[in-house]
């Protein structure tokens, strides 16, 4: 029998996935963290991810997903996201940790001769290195416990250095490393049996790296019965107790509160001698009571609103689009089940949108998210005109703010050839403009974490409806662009009726737009999406879904 004591050491928890990617790791993480977070203890994730690219800026939101950017600007993927968001806690560097980042950080040292002429091994400094982050990351949050994600699946071979830090830290205290190990049933459509051979297989593999996993999450289609069960338990010498139903749920919201009633939350607490310090955190500290009045949200708003996101449709590799702006799409779902709506989001192309305008007929609020490059901009200026003719409430997130400002600017001030030098770098109206350092960036090709990154402090004007929605002058929001609004352009927009909303606190960049005469047109420089969180809504997202409700469509 275990006994339950506080103990004071930081305790570990790894999580591994098996049998196939796309299990939902970072949702099944977030979960996890969310669930001991709400029995009283401090916790802190960490992503350690295979690939060696430094960060996830460099890489292509086709193929990887969204970037999520932290307040210190680190660009990160959509698991950080996650965190942020199961956990309504801001993370930071420390919690993310690239193959890539490692290998930099001990290559530099070796540069710097800071091995004293010792012949670099691969297993001791490399793993040395991983063990140090994820202690960072615990320190950082003064944490009692840290959660470590590992990416990639267990047997393939770029993850075998995470895991072997999992083992030498069980090794040194076995009392507080765990493992949990998440692996997936299928069911053979030529079957109809759900089958545990991929999942036992799986945890052979983990085996074979030393480890011995002290939970398991079972992803399936649906909940395992007592026989998988059995045949799971005696596999893997784990107690049925220990073995966790994941089935797929409609709402990645319902992850947490399906393992809460599992128990997970007190058998995992007592593996690692812990007792609960509260039943749950209490009012006012969003623990699990909170999460289930939301997700009870989810289950009963009936009256739908309808959202265009308009942009580049993209259709190659593994991501869809829906993997690429995944925190537009959860800061409007935050906002609308909130106030008891049902978000009906549709994805509009906006290279059909080029000729085709009326397929926004249909539709209670247009959005157009962030972007790059010049594929598919026509579309979204027209959808942009649109919006703001027909009187629809508009919202532009970075890129969808620089296409409003050109929209105003060719179609109500007259510049018919205005643009954003992004495209046209001759354009006879600059009305968004590169600034002299990031031109430098670009000519010397430093494109790696050069961008206006991370949060910035932004004051609000008074008498403007965004002023009205956050409820204070001051705010603080995160960035990722290289372009900017031209103040030279400054005072003829402020007069013909598009308001400068509010600037960096110097005055110098435009952080928000709106129109005066029209029920919601707002561009952000910045992504307000990536602070929305279940429990806590962005106030623009709400404004934004409270007024397209009230349009009929
Ligand atoms: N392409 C634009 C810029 O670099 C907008 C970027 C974005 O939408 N994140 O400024």
Not at 80 to 85: Q, V, W
Not at 88 to 97: P, W
Not at 297 to 305: A, D, F, G, L, R
Not at 524 to 547: A, V
Request: with cysteine.
């Amino acid at each position: 029998m275990l006994r339950a004591s506080n103990s004071a050491e930081m305790k570990y928890i790894f999580v591994s996935g098996g049998v196939i990617s796309g299990l939902g790791k970072g949702i099944a993480t977030s979960s996890i963290a969310l669930l001991l977070k709400s029995a009283g203890y401090k916790v802190a994730p960490i992503k350690m991810d295979p690939y060696l690219n430094v960060d996830a800026g460099t890489m292509n939101p086709i193929e990887h997903g969204e970037v999520f950017v932290l307040d210190d600007g680190t660009e990160t993927d959509q698991d950080l996201g996650h965190y942020e968001r199961f956990l309504n806690q801001s993370l930071n560097k420390t919690n993310i940790a690239t193959q890539g980042s490692i290998y930099l950080s001990v290559i530099q040292r070796e540069r710097n001769l800071e091995y004293d002429g010792e012949c670099v091994d691969v297993v001791t400094y490399i793993t040395e290195e991983i063990i140090a982050r994820i202690k960072q990351a615990g320190k950082s949050k003064d944490a009692d416990i840290v959660l470590i994600e590992i990416g990639g699946t267990t047997g393939e071979y770029q993850n075998i250095l995470f895991l072997e830090a999992n083992r030498l830290m069980k090794l040194k205290n076995p009392e507080d490393v765990f493992h949990i190990h998440i692996t997936y049933l299928p069911v053979p459509a030529s079957i109809g049996e759900m089958k545990s051979k991929p999942a036992q297989m799986s945890v052979r593999d983990l085996n074979a790296a030393g480890i011995q996993p002290d939970m398991l999450l079972a992803r399936a289609q649906r909940p395992l019965d007592q026989s998988r069960i059995k045949k799971l338990s005696i596999a893997t010498g784990l107690e049925p107790e220990d073995i966790i139903s994941a089935p797929d749920v409609d709402s990645i919201y319902k992850v947490p509160l399906g393992f809460a009633d599992q128990n997970l939350t007190d058998r995992l607490l007592q593996k690692m001698r812990l007792t609960r310090k509260e039943r749950d955190l209490p009012a006012g500290r969003q623990g699990l009571k909170q999460w289930r009045e939301f997700v009870e949200k989810i289950n009963s708003s009936k009256e739908s609103v309808k959202i265009a996101i308009v942009g580049k449709y993209f259709s190659t590799g593994d991501f869809t689009l829906a993997d690429s702006y995944i925190s537009v799409i959860e800061a409007i779902k935050h906002a609308a089940w909130t106030q008891g709506l049902k978000p009906q989001i549709k994805w509009i192309d906006s290279e059909k949108i080029e000729n085709n305008i009326r397929i926004l007929e249909d539709f209670q609020g247009i959005l157009v998210p962030g972007g790059f490059g010049s594929r598919g901009i026509e579309g979204k200026i027209a959808a942009i005109k649109y919006a703001r003719e027909a009187n629809i409430p508009y919202f532009g997130l970075c890129y969808g703010m620089q296409l409003a400002v050109v929209e105003y600017a060719r179609n109500v001030l007259g510049m018919e050839i205005a643009h954003t030098t992004e495209i046209d770098p001759d354009t006879k109206f600059p009305v968004i403009h590169i600034m002299p350092d990031q031109q430098k960036k670009l000519l010397t090709r430093e494109y790696g974490a050069t961008m206006r990154l991370g949060a910035w402090d932004c004051k609000l004007k008074l008498n403007t409806k965004v002023r009205a929605l956050y409820g204070k002058e001051d705010i603080s929001e995160r960035h990722r662009h290289r372009y900017e609004f031209n103040n030279e352009y400054l005072e003829k927009f402020a007069k013909n009726g598009l308001n400068i909303a509010g600037t960096t606190p110097d005055g110098k960049l435009v952080e928000i737009i709106e129109i005066k005469d029209h029920p919601f047109f707002v561009g952000t420089q910045f992504h307000p999406e990536l602070k929305s969180r279940p429990l806590s809504p962005h106030p623009l997202f709400l404004g934004f879904i409270k007024i397209a409700s009230e349009k009929k469509p």
